[in-house]
Structures are given as C-alpha cells and as structure tokens.
C-alpha cells in the first residue's frame, strides 16, 4: 500500500527493527528511502570547516551503505543536516514526498520512545504523512501478518483508519477486527433504570454493534481508558492503526493524547495517520517527482 517509505537510521539496533517494518509495508514496486541525520545546529556548528561538514556527510552515507548491504536491500541512501533527528526525518520526508515515514524504537518501556527522546517525537510534529513505530525486536518477528487491529472511536480519522486498515489486510491476507474503548457518559450519574454494571454492559454491546455494521471486522470493545485497553488489545495484534486528529505525524500524540501513550505501551508495531496522510492516500502520484535529498547517494 505505501510506495514511498523513508525509514530513520542510527546506529542503534532499533534501526534493524523500522527497516524489518518497512519492507513489510513496502507495496511490491514502491520506493525505500534510508535516511541519516548528522548534526547540524548552527550555533554550535558556524564556526565548523568545510572539511568537518564533509566528513560528516562521508561518515553518514558510510553508515548507510553499510546497513543497506547488512539488510542485503534495495534503497536509496540520504542524509541531511539538521539540529535533531525528528525535524531532519521532517524535511526529508517532505523532500522525498513519502507517504510513511519508519522509525524504530529505543529499548525503554514496551516499545519505547521514537528515535532518541520526547525531543525527536515533538520535532516529528507536522510530518506530511503516515509514521509507524517498529517495536523492540520487531526484525525477529515473522513477516507475515495475521491480524491487523484499528482503535475506532467512530470519528472520521477512526473511520479512514479502518478503510486503511483494510486494505492492508486485503493485500496481506490478514484478518481484520477494530477495538473500541468505552467511557462512563456523565448522564450516568443520575439516577436511572439500570445499575452500574448493566450500563456498562450496554455500551459494550452498542461498541461492538457499531464495529459490526462496518461490515467484514471482528469487532472488540471494553470499558477504561482507551490506551491501556488498546494497548491490551495489541498483544494479539501483528498491527495497530489509528487515526491522528490533530497537526503532524501523531497529532493529538504530542499534546498527551491516547496515541502518545500507545507510542509507548503498544505491544505491536503502531501506525499512526495524520491529516495528511488521509489526503495523501489518493494520490497516486506520490513517489514521483521527489526532489533530491541532501547528499542522496543511489
């Protein structure tokens, strides 16, 4: 489905886990973009000598070429210059017109936190498309997935998720279910015909109908918090998507939303759509005409 994937490298193992993602993501003819990003924060960096910036460059692509032949795989290689890793992925992704952007995972929590810190997730914030989020030890799962979940909230970024969801599982031969979390509403504070218990049992079953009526998901629902039971539910999942609602790659994520809490306690690999990734989906133009990246190297 994604035909243009940029994927953030470092030297550290959870590159090994995005490149794992990546490919599983990949469409058959799309296009793999391995980025590096090298310091480049002009306050720090002015005075710097040519040679020192050329031999960071050098020092980038090396290591590029040396993961794509470790991954024994065909991508482009690019590196750029920039204060931190999120906003270089940023820029390139931007350059590059990429549809996904892939990052893996530090080795903190379940998942971890995106690329080096709280500081390359906040840079991350108005990417122009898709990012998922390859867990720990994700390169030593298998490839194939059997069951691809979506967090539903009725909305209409839940509602693009699952049409996105969908066609991932059509493609891969997936079984298809959706989760929906349900809350208290506050009129249940006053008093009514039915107990605690039979209220929440109620808006279980309405949370499973309205998944049932999209037709062709297994639907889940349960009563708490969304991120701790969408995290729960993610345990039998091989992918997660959900929906963005705000500005950027994970949106709502970076102002302390349900997908910021994911990000960090999803038990599977996380994909998370933004506005412009809804936008960019029936685009199919999308991996021509990319500008050349800083330093690309074929």
């Given at each position: 489905?994604?035909?243009?994937?940029?994927?953030?490298?470092d030297q550290h193992?959870?590159t090994?886990?995005?490149i794992a993602l990546a490919?599983?993501?990949l469409?058959r003819?799309?296009?793999?973009?391995?980025?590096?990003?090298?310091?480049?924060?002009p306050?720090?960096y002015?005075s710097?000598s040519?040679a020192?910036?050329?031999?960071?460059r050098?020092r980038a692509?090396?290591?590029?070429?040396?993961?794509?032949?470790?991954?024994?795989i065909?991508?482009?290689?690019?590196?750029?210059?920039?204060p931190?890793a999120g906003?270089?992925?940023?820029?390139?992704?931007e350059?590059?017109?990429?549809?996904?952007l892939?990052?893996?995972?530090?080795?903190r929590?379940?998942?971890?936190?995106v690329?080096?810190?709280?500081?390359?997730?906040?840079a991350?914030?108005g990417?122009?498309?898709a990012?998922?989020?390859a867990?720990?030890?994700?390169?030593?799962?298998?490839?194939?997935?059997?069951?691809?979940?979506v967090g539903?909230?009725?909305s209409?970024?839940?509602?693009?998720a699952?049409?996105?969801?969908?066609t991932?599982?059509?493609?891969?031969?997936?079984?298809?279910?959706?989760?929906k979390?349900v809350?208290?509403?506050?009129?249940a504070l006053?008093?009514?015909p039915l107990?605690?218990?039979?209220?929440?049992?109620?808006?279980?079953?309405?949370?499973r109908?309205?998944?049932?009526a999209?037709?062709?998901?297994e639907?889940?629902?349960?009563y708490?918090?969304?991120?701790?039971?969408?995290a729960?539910?993610?345990a039998?999942l091989?992918?997660?998507?959900?929906?963005?609602?705000?500005y950027?790659?994970?949106g709502?994520?970076?102002?302390?939303?349900?997908?910021?809490?994911?990000?960090?306690?999803?038990r599977?690999?996380?994909?998370?759509?933004?506005?412009?990734?809804?936008?960019a989906?029936?685009d199919?133009?999308?991996t021509?005409?990319?500008?050349?990246?800083?330093?690309a190297r074929?």
């Amino acid at each position: 489905m994604f035909r243009n994937i940029v994927v953030g490298v470092d030297q550290h193992e959870g590159t090994r886990d995005a490149i794992a993602l990546a490919k599983n993501l990949l469409a058959r003819d799309g296009h793999l973009t391995l980025a590096h990003v090298y310091p480049g924060d002009p306050h720090v960096y002015r005075s710097a000598s040519p040679a020192y910036e050329a031999g960071e460059r050098e020092r980038a692509l090396e290591l590029l070429e040396k993961t794509r032949g470790q991954e024994g795989i065909e991508a482009e290689l690019s590196c750029i210059e920039s204060p931190s890793a999120g906003r270089g992925l940023h820029s390139l992704a931007e350059r590059q017109r990429a549809d996904l952007l892939v990052v893996g995972s530090c080795r903190r929590g379940l998942v971890g936190r995106v690329l080096i810190g709280d500081d390359t997730r906040a840079a991350l914030n108005g990417a122009p498309c898709a990012v998922a989020i390859a867990p720990t030890g994700h390169r030593n799962e298998s490839p194939l997935m059997r069951e691809i979940g979506v967090g539903y909230d009725g909305s209409p970024e839940s509602n693009h998720a699952v049409e996105v969801a969908r066609t991932l599982a059509n493609e891969r031969g997936a079984k298809l279910s959706a989760f929906k979390a349900v809350a208290m509403p506050a009129t249940a504070l006053t008093p009514g015909p039915l107990g605690l218990g039979e209220m929440i049992a109620a808006l279980v079953d309405d949370a499973r109908d309205s998944i049932a009526a999209l037709g062709g998901i297994e639907p889940h629902a349960a009563y708490g918090p969304p991120a701790e039971e969408l995290a729960l539910y993610s345990a039998s999942l091989d992918l997660l998507v959900v929906g963005s609602r705000g500005y950027g790659p994970f949106g709502r994520l970076i102002h302390g939303s349900t997908s910021q809490q994911l990000a960090r306690i999803a038990r599977c690999s996380l994909l998370v759509l933004t506005r412009g990734a809804r936008d960019a989906e029936t685009d199919e133009t999308a991996t021509g005409g990319r500008e050349p990246a800083v330093a690309a190297r074929a």
